[in-house]
């Protein structure tokens, strides 16, 4: 076949490029290019490899499947090659699903794992996988298995239910599943009561649906009753816990609190239902009614939460909370109380890691060093200088927060050096150390910091004398650098009247700070 031009997925671009399109292992061959013109031809040979990988499907060759009808089974099939494999199935019923497909029930995936929706009995069987690519197909065969479901039972699998003396109960049971299953029902006493059939108790009888009848409750029919679904699949089971009320009597605390933690129990019986409260350390007392008035406003019972069945809650421990707490539950028919001692645990401070220990700031600038600490009781914070003196409180230059923090206001050269931040209680103390340096230096003159010399000069009675700063002083650094050398340059004497004269002392000294001689 001779191309010249565009030919399907072949061109031959203007320079004389072949381009293949799309190029696969059919493509492989020798291309022969071949030029001419009057004066002669000429021809290349060129020899086209297409590099392929077969098929491989990476999931184990033979595999099991198990599935209760009516779920969802997938079952994967990842394959790798070059090209790119496709990936088909065989079903059970030996129909084929070649790629992507999506069925009612049936449907592959772009990544070939196959999918079955509400498997049933009749989809057991064995499935195969094919990956194949113009290099070569791979296999994995699935077997699956399809059991039938267990039994279910549509009502809670716990329930909690209270009567009245001489009442009639129903507790339904409703089972499904297939096969259908059988109910029973095993009473609190472990007396077994099976649907359409006499029960020991006349009482007690059990419909067709499952459902437990009680009649004419007493209190000593209290305890648990057990529904028991079974069937060749499986069982399923559900307990139901009867509260029979019993006389009016008065209350009585019967579980104390033993927690260690910031619950605090006190569960009482008695009929009517005992109202609790809490009598506080500071003679205060929580109760629902003081709880849901609170609730919307703050204040200290929001501190406190009373729970429904009389477990106090300590919202936010402190040393505060330490004391006696009383509780109290009352009817109509009397009152019972009982004591709790609550010892609060300290904690020692712990300063918290801050943003950052290390500042470089310029002169006149301000800074933040955070030390926020926590600790029961709540710790004090104080921070030491550099100069080893201790702040606690707020300052002209030094501005403490609440939290602890430390702003550094106007900063200056002397301010530079480690600070140090320390929390303390009476459990104990923790610290943290800040450095701060300035960027800046301090003032010299002729570029010497140290080593001056002292130059003094007279000068005679009624004469003029000038210090000229600039011949024996090079000014240099910071504002009170500057002041100095102006001092320098000023008149040594004053004009009194007429004349020139030097106040007070024939002889007036000037001083000027030289570099000295090493």
Same mark, same amino acid.
């Given at each position: 076949?001779?191309?010249?031009?565009?030919?399907?997925?072949?061109?031959?671009?203007?320079? #004389?490029?072949?381009?293949?399109?799309?190029?696969?292992?059919?493509?492989?061959?020798?291309?022969?290019?071949?030029?001419?013109?009057?004066?002669?031809?000429?021809?290349?040979?060129?020899?086209?490899?297409?590099?392929?990988?077969?098929? &491989?499907?990476?999931e184990p060759k033979v595999r099991e499947i198990k599935s209760h009808s009516g779920k969802t089974v997938e079952m994967k099939c990842k394959a790798e090659g070059r090209p790119t494999p496709l990936v088909s199935w065989i079903l059970a019923n030996l129909t084929q699903v070649r790629g992507h497909y999506s069925g009612p029930r049936v449907s592959v995936t772009p990544e070939g794992t196959l999918l079955i929706n509400q498997v049933s009995v009749y989809d057991r069987g064995h499935y195969k996988c094919i990956a194949s690519n113009p290099a070569g197909a791979d296999t994995a065969t699935v077997r699956l298995q399809v059991v039938a479901a267990p039994p279910g039972i549509l009502e809670a699998k716990r329930q909690q239910v209270q009567a009245g003396v001489g009442q009639s109960l129903w507790l339904p049971c409703t089972a499904q599943g297939s096969p259908q299953p059988t109910v029973h029902w095993v009473l609190y006493d472990?007396?077994?009561?099976?649907?359409?059939?006499?029960?020991?108790?006349?009482?007690?009888?059990?419909?067709?649906?499952?459902?437990?009848?009680?009649?004419?409750?007493?209190?000593?029919?209290?305890?648990?009753?057990?529904?028991?679904?079974?069937?060749?699949?499986?069982?399923?089971?559900?307990? $139901?816990?009867?509260?029979?009320?019993?006389?009016?009597? @008065?209350?009585?605390?019967?579980?104390?609190?033993?927690?260690?933690?910031?619950?605090?129990?006190?569960?009482?019986?008695?009929?009517?239902?005992?109202?609790?409260?809490?009598?506080?350390?500071? #003679?205060?007392?929580?109760?629902?009614?003081?709880?849901?008035?609170?609730?919307?406003?703050?204040?200290?019972?929001?501190? =406190?939460?009373?729970?429904?069945?009389?477990?106090?809650?300590?919202?936010?421990?402190?040393? @505060?909370?330490?004391?006696?707490?009383?509780?109290?539950?009352?009817?109509?028919?009397? !009152?019972?109380?009982?004591?709790?001692?609550?010892?609060?645990?300290?904690?020692?401070? &712990?300063? &918290?890691?801050?943003?950052?220990?290390?500042?470089?700031? !310029?002169?006149?600038?301000?800074?933040?060093?955070?030390?926020?600490?926590?600790?029961?009781?709540?710790?004090?914070?104080?921070?030491?200088?550099?100069?080893?003196?201790?702040?606690?409180?707020?300052?002209?230059?030094?501005?403490?927060?609440?939290?602890?923090?430390?702003?550094?206001?106007?900063?200056?050269? $002397?301010?530079?050096?480690?600070?140090?931040?320390?929390?303390?209680?009476? @459990?104990?103390?923790?610290?943290? $150390?800040?450095?701060?340096?300035?960027?800046?230096?301090?003032?010299?003159?002729?570029? =010497?910091?140290?080593?001056?010399?002292?130059?003094?000069?007279?000068?005679?009675?009624?004469?003029?004398?000038?210090?000229?700063?600039?011949?024996?002083?090079?000014?240099?650094?910071?504002?009170?650098?500057?002041?100095?050398?102006?001092?320098?340059?000023?008149? @040594?004497?004053? &004009?009194?009247?007429?004349?020139?004269?030097?106040?007070?002392?024939?002889?007036?000294?000037?001083?000027?700070?030289?570099?000295?001689?090493?």
């Open positions: 076949m001779t191309i010249n031009g565009k030919m399907g997925k072949f061109e031959v671009f203007q320079n #004389g490029t072949l381009s293949i399109q799309n190029a696969n292992i059919k493509d492989r061959g020798q291309y022969l290019c071949l030029a001419e013109n009057e004066q002669g031809s000429d021809k290349l040979l060129v020899t086209l490899s297409v590099v392929a990988y077969p098929s &491989r499907i990476l472990g007396t077994a009561v099976r649907p359409l059939k006499p029960s020991v108790d006349p009482r007690v009888s059990v419909f067709a649906n499952g459902t437990l009848h009680l009649t004419d409750t007493a209190a000593t029919d209290s305890g648990k009753y057990e529904c028991i679904v079974t069937s060749s699949t499986g069982s399923e089971r559900r307990v $139901v816990t009867l509260t029979v009320e019993k006389r009016d009597m @008065a209350p009585e605390i019967v579980e104390a609190s033993h927690r260690r933690t910031e619950l605090v129990d006190c569960k009482a019986s008695g009929t009517p239902e005992p109202e609790i409260s809490w009598g506080l350390p500071d #003679g205060t007392v929580v109760n629902s009614a003081l709880q849901s008035d609170s609730s919307s406003g703050g204040g200290r019972a929001r501190r =406190y939460i009373l729970f429904e069945n009389g477990t106090l809650y300590l919202n936010q421990v402190g040393m @505060a909370e330490e004391g006696d707490y009383t509780c109290y539950a009352e009817n109509q028919l009397g !009152k019972d109380e009982m004591h709790v001692h609550i010892t609060v645990v300290t904690a020692a401070p &712990r300063i &918290r890691t801050p943003s950052r220990t290390y500042a470089q700031v !310029k002169p006149g600038g301000k800074i933040r060093f955070d030390c926020e600490a926590t600790g029961e009781p709540k710790p004090k914070i104080l921070w030491m200088l550099p100069t080893n003196d201790m702040i606690a409180a707020s300052n002209e230059r030094y501005l403490m927060h609440v939290n602890g923090s430390l702003d550094i206001q106007d900063v200056k050269l $002397v301010d530079a050096g480690e600070y140090v931040c320390m929390a303390r209680n009476t @459990a104990g103390d923790d610290s943290k $150390v800040y450095k701060m340096d300035i960027d800046g230096k301090p003032p010299v003159i002729n570029g =010497y910091s140290q080593n001056r010399t002292v130059v003094k000069d007279t000068a005679t009675k009624y004469s003029r004398k000038f210090i000229d700063s600039l011949r024996s002083c090079t000014e240099e650094g910071t504002e009170e650098g500057t002041e100095e050398g102006e001092r320098g340059k000023r008149e @040594a004497v004053q &004009r009194s009247g007429g004349g020139s004269e030097v106040k007070r002392e024939a002889v007036q000294r000037r001083v000027c700070s030289l570099p000295g001689k090493s």
